[in-house]
């Protein structure tokens, strides 16, 4: 995606280093890396973390309500849930009114993991050297992109 509005088909760079997708790529695979070591501390997977994070955040949540949350599907998040639930984080249970809902709550240990995994964000922070500004901005930027992509 390196090519703007409007330009010709044969005016388009197929260059590696003109492609927007690679830069996000690259970012989010650097970003990624980093809290590798921060999440093994705490037992967590980067995927396993943002749930946690919509928990700490909201308190139960439905499935589905996670998955719109995360932008993940069900059938990516049940597994992420499962292995929560095995380590004794979370707990799923269905609505007694709604049998085909899975309410998700957090379990005394997975509210206790909160806070040791406050010094996450911190160091995420230290290590990509960003102001307040910039990171307002990038923040900004990405939901556009993201909500112009999903518009598509």
């Known amino acids: 995606m390196g090519a703007g509005r409007g330009k010709?088909?044969?005016q388009v760079s197929l260059l590696?280093?003109?492609q927007l997708c690679f830069d996000l790529y690259a970012a989010s695979r650097?970003?990624?890396q980093r809290y590798r070591p921060l999440l093994d501390e705490l037992g967590l997977t980067y995927p396993q973390y943002l749930v946690m994070l919509v928990l700490w955040e909201r308190g139960t949540m439905s499935m589905k309500d996670i998955g719109g949350a995360l932008h993940l599907d069900y059938g990516t998040l049940?597994?992420?849930v499962k292995?929560?639930?095995a380590a004794n984080l979370?707990?799923?249970e269905r609505r007694p009114d709604d049998e085909r809902s899975v309410q998700v709550s957090l379990t005394a240990q997975g509210t206790d993991l909160e806070r040791r995994a406050r010094s996450v964000p911190c160091a995420i922070g230290a290590a990509a050297a960003l102001s307040a500004q910039e990171?307002?901005?990038a923040r900004r930027i990405l939901r556009r992109l993201t909500a112009n992509l999903s518009a598509s």
Request: proline share 5%; net charge negative.
């Open 8 to 10: 010709d088909q044969a």
């Open 30 to 32: 650097a970003m990624t």
């Open 83 to 85: 292995r929560l639930e």
């Open 78 to 80: 049940s597994p992420l």
């Open 16 to 18: 590696l280093d003109d």
């Open 135 to 137: 990171v307002q901005q």
């Open 90 to 92: 979370v707990r799923r």
